[in-house]
């Protein structure tokens, strides 16, 4: 507090010493003061002169004075007095400032004293389109013959030096032998795949120009809520509606969708639901928030006769994590795959022993295993006929339930199972768990 004291101090000076300025002036060989000039005239001879010299006046500019006095304070003291002030002011003091603010702009608004427009909301959907939206490009996929397979969006998320990444769908690519970016004005430039992660289905290239792109960022996903306004921006049907921008809101956060076609909803995407109009095109395109920053990259829409404004997104969380991923390895360390191939036990135990599974005495939950795919993560530790009771720390009550529960591990993690093996209940410690690498 000492520094406060100071500032007030020499504050208090330089108020004193101006007030005091109004009664000063200078002249040439002469003051005009009284009392200073019967002084003089006491002790000096007097002096007689045949013409009066001229007498010069000069008002000091006191606002000057105030002016160049209070930028040497803010100079020299602001910033330590502004940290003591804040290193002093304890966090509940802090909060009851902040509440007392809010407080009194929500009755300001209340009460017509400051008012909030659509036409701000408007303003932002504006600066999106006018930037943001400007880094959603093209990609389109060739085969061998050159001949074009497929056409999707893609976001260019990252630029160094004359490199551009572009984020997308693998399923816009994962046919492809060659590839290109397409821009607005129907310019193309060559594009080389980084790689993919075909579980979540996201891909990265990259293109070499010395041109200027716009660049987007990814927002943060975990702070999306339920009714946040969001803009799709992608090329819906061809590139003949490119740039193509819609609007909605979040309708839903955590969707799962069964991916692989095995009857149980993969957890390894908790998509973010919208009701922005998307459609074939829009695959690998960006979903932004209000502010222009990515939160989620659009891959699937769900249409039928009796379905409306259902599209979904892989969160920008997700996808930020595989881009770097992709960019570092060539592949995404973010979902591991274990490699099995099982069926449920509880409730099916009876058709399982139908087909001549031997079920142990008493397990009524579990994953009979039927196969286990090479190279994966249980390769070399899990048997055919094993009956796994459980994986890490989740016991294995229903596929539904370990999907869910597993999501929370990453390739690298390294997980102990049980299983029973010839009607013998083991123990196996150690298994890192591996990523999925592209064929």
Sequence with gaps: MKKIYIF??????????????????????????????????????????????????????????ISDVYQMIYEELYDQVRAEVISNLSEERFELIYAQVIEELTSQIEAGTITISAASVIDMIYNVQLQSANSVVGVISYDDTGQQISYGSGVIYKHVANKYYVVSNNHVVEEGTSFEIQFEDESTSLAILV??????????????????YTV???GDSSQVNKGDIILAVGHPRGYDFYGTMTMGIVSGLDRFFDIDGDNVNDMFVNYIQHDAAINSGNSGGAL??????????????????DIEGMGFAIPSNLVAAIC???EEFGYSLQKPVLGINFREIGG????LISIGAIIPNGVTEGFYIFAIVEGASFDGY????????????????????????????????????SLYRDGVLIFIDNIELKAKVAD
């Design 8 to 65: 007030l101090g020499v504050l208090l000076t330089s108020l004193l010493f101006i007030s005091c300025t109004n009664d000063f002036s200078t002249t040439a060989n002469e003051t005009t003061n009284s009392s200073l000039t019967a002084t003089v005239s006491s002790t000096i001879p007097a002096t007689t002169y045949t013409t009066q010299p001229p007498v010069t006046t000069t008002q000091i500019d006191f606002d000057m004075v």
């Design 195 to 212: 790689g993919v992660d075909d579980l979540v289905d996201v891909s990265v290239l990259y293109f070499l120009s010395d041109d200027e």
């Design 216 to 218: 987007s960022d990814f």
């Design 288 to 305: 932004f928030d209000i502010n222009g920053d990515v939160i989620g990259i659009n891959v699937i829409k769900l249409a039928a006769t």
């Design 324 to 326: 770097a991923d992709i």
């Design 348 to 351: 099916h135990v009876s058709d």
């Design 382 to 417: 899990v048997q055919e006929d094993d009956v796994i009771v459980q994986i890490a720390d989740i016991v294995l009550t229903s596929a539904e339930d370990f999907v869910y529960n597993f999501s929370k591990y990453k390739v690298g993690d390294i997980i102990s199972i």
